[in-house]
């Protein structure tokens, strides 16, 4: 008789991992967590990064998971970005109207974190200076592109 638990169903010949694996993956998929999708599956999260690392065709379906939830994010991201949010606008405690509202700050993050050499406020290069008892950093800030003259000014 074997000494692991008869309630692991892992443990069972009768239950390859694999089983469990197609419905792990749709929770994670729909929930974005792999701890909701564990529990989905009666899993520990331990039990199921293990497969992950013991496992490359599910570490592959994992990742190809996590990708895929990583482009819808960006997707719905781009287009809350470009069409904006809609808001109730309210007086004296009552909805009067709606107005669309744009996240500028959210946009320029975006922009920054996609094209830092173009976007970001700060660019800078960190350089490490080994001075014998400390060491220290020195930054060294890129220049700015120059901005064009605004030419449509009439004189």
């Not at 989905?40 to 990742?63: G, I, L, N």
């Not at 009552?94 to 406020?121: C, D, H, I, Q």
Request: proline share 7%; charged share 30%.
């Amino acid at each position: 008789m074997s000494d692991e638990s008869p309630t692991d169903p892992t443990s069972d010949e009768r239950h390859p991992p694999e089983l469990w694996w197609n419905e792990f993956l749709d929770a994670l998929a729909t929930t974005g967590r792999v701890a909701e999708a564990c529990r989905v599956v009666a899993r520990d999260r331990s039990t199921a990064y293990q497969h992950r690392f013991q496992y490359p065709e599910f570490a592959a379906a994992w990742e190809k998971v996590e990708r895929q939830r990583d482009q819808h994010l960006a997707d719905n991201l781009m287009e809350r970005l470009r069409d904006g949010v809609e808001e109730d606008c309210y007086y004296n405690g009552e909805v009067v109207g709606k107005r669309t509202v744009y996240n500028e700050a959210a946009a320029l993050k975006f922009l920054a974190m996609r094209k830092p050499e173009n976007w970001s406020e700060r660019r800078y290069q960190p350089e490490l200076q080994n001075t014998g008892e400390q060491h220290q950093v020195k930054i060294t800030f890129a220049p700015q592109p120059a901005v064009p003259p605004d030419t449509t000014q009439e004189d």
